[in-house]
């Protein structure tokens, strides 16, 4: 992040002698991005992070990734997804889409996870609905509706719901972070930021968990493995650095318009490695006096675009089908645009209630098991009124 955080307790001077009340050592832990030339943190702990006790290799059952082939413009609806009644966060979270820079997922979880750690890249979710609470290392923070939630690599966290919780899951293999563009050279937002600091919860107190023989489930390069530790890692006493997690609310975000219609990147909110997260959000659209507020047709030559709605309507894909919860894939290859009769609809408009989290990725997405139980095979054919099946 790019803004320093000081939490709990933490000595003077860094890589010194900081004991306990009864005497001990605490143990420093330094996490770090980039081999030490990025954002770090350094944390205390009362007990060793790197004590463990077992490590055991664990299936990974994702499933297989299809291509998008023959190449279409497709559909999905998250909310035909099925759960079971204790679903979790981690384990039960469903593959979308995916390719080598990116995992894209969804989970609906209603009773805690187990402990876990990412380390192929940092995770960013969007809640869609529900509360609950994000226990991590660092210390707890409180999420529901509409928060972006940012878990940096290697952090070990669990998510505890309150009520079900809805989550788009995006998995990077590499680090998420605020458009570079929007910060200065020592990382502070600027001026024409859509978003700044003060929008910006992180964990404000140490949680202090005990336990012992604690398992962790680990995501590597090379599959899954869980470790047990001797003690619980939620035993920080306290710690600061730029490197926590963090959450911002899609509310927050301040949409910025023009004259006439604004293109994607006005409406981004993260960067990651080969991808960037959008956030459309209510707004007073253009103001020109021949404007056509929708957007115009485009193909996305070097990207893939995928659209998660989250609330209100949205204008350019009324009549497709489209719904609260629902997804549109428009890959590259494929010219796109409003559905048919929409930017004539749109003319005089000068609000649009709509929200919508966009992914662009630079490479393909391919299909996920999740993804193929919840298309509507019909989505392509919608703006030409016939094809195969109409």
């Known amino acids: 992040m790019p803004y320093y955080r000081r939490v709990g307790e933490i000595p003077?001077?860094?890589?010194?002698?900081?004991?306990s009340p009864q005497g001990g050592l605490y143990a420093e832990e330094l996490m770090g991005v980039e081999g030490f030339s990025a954002d770090s943190?350094?944390?205390?702990?009362?007990y060793l992070p790197t004590a463990i006790v077992d490590a055991v290799a664990v299936p990974d059952e994702r499933g297989q990734l299809t291509?998008?082939?023959?190449?279409?413009?497709?559909?999905f609806r998250t909310q035909d997804l099925k759960f079971t009644a204790d679903a979790d966060a981690v384990t039960d979270r469903r593959r979308l889409f995916g390719n080598n820079d990116v995992t894209i997922g969804f989970a609906v979880a209603t009773v805690p996870s187990p402990l876990y750690r990412n380390a192929t890249g940092d995770e960013l979710f969007y809640v869609q609905g529900g509360s609950?609470?994000?226990e991590t290392i660092y210390g707890a923070l409180e999420i529901g509706d509409g928060d972006y939630v940012v878990i940096p690599t290697s952090c070990t966290y669990r998510v505890v719901?309150?009520?079900?919780?809805q989550l788009l899951t995006i998995e990077a293999r590499g680090h998420i972070g605020p458009p570079k563009r929007y910060l200065s050279s020592k990382g502070q937002f600027l001026e024409h930021s859509p978003y700044c600091e003060r929008d910006i919860r992180g964990p404000s107190a140490p949680l202090l968990a005990e336990g012992e023989d604690v398992e962790v489930l680990v995501r590597h390069r090379a599959g899954l493995t869980r470790y047990t530790y001797a003690n619980h890692p939620f035993d920080v006493v306290g710690w600061d650095g730029c490197l926590y997690p963090w959450v911002f609310n899609i509310d927050d975000f301040e949409p910025i318009t023009g004259r006439v219609h604004q293109p994607p990147p006005v409406h981004q909110t993260f960067?990651?490695?080969?991808?960037?997260?959008?956030?459309f959000c209510p707004r007073k659209v253009d103001y020109h006096p021949?404007?056509?507020?929708?957007?115009?047709?485009h193909a996305n030559v070097d990207s893939d675009e995928l659209m998660f709605y989250v609330r209100g309507n949205y204008e350019a894909r009324k009549g497709s089908g489209i719904?609260?919860?629902?997804?549109?894939?428009?890959?590259?290859?494929?010219?796109?645009?409003?559905?048919?009769?929409?930017?004539e609809a749109s003319i005089g408009a000068d609000y649009f209630d709509e929200t919508a989290v966009m992914v662009d990725t630079f490479a393909p997405l391919d299909l996920g098991e999740a993804a193929e139980a919840s298309e509507d095979p019909g989505y392509a054919w919608t703006w030409s009124g016939r094809g195969p099946g109409r």
């Open 12 to 19: 003077h001077k860094r890589h010194t002698q900081f004991r």
């Open 41 to 46: 943190a350094l944390l205390y702990h009362r």
């Open 67 to 75: 291509p998008n082939h023959p190449l279409k413009p497709r559909s």
């Open 132 to 134: 609950g609470t994000l």
């Open 161 to 165: 719901p309150r009520e079900p919780l």
């Open 271 to 279: 960067e990651g490695p080969n991808f960037v997260v959008c956030s």
């Open 290 to 297: 021949e404007s056509i507020p929708v957007p115009y047709n």
């Open 323 to 343: 719904g609260i919860g629902s997804l549109s894939l428009h890959p590259s290859g494929f010219t796109h645009g409003p559905q048919p009769g929409a930017a």
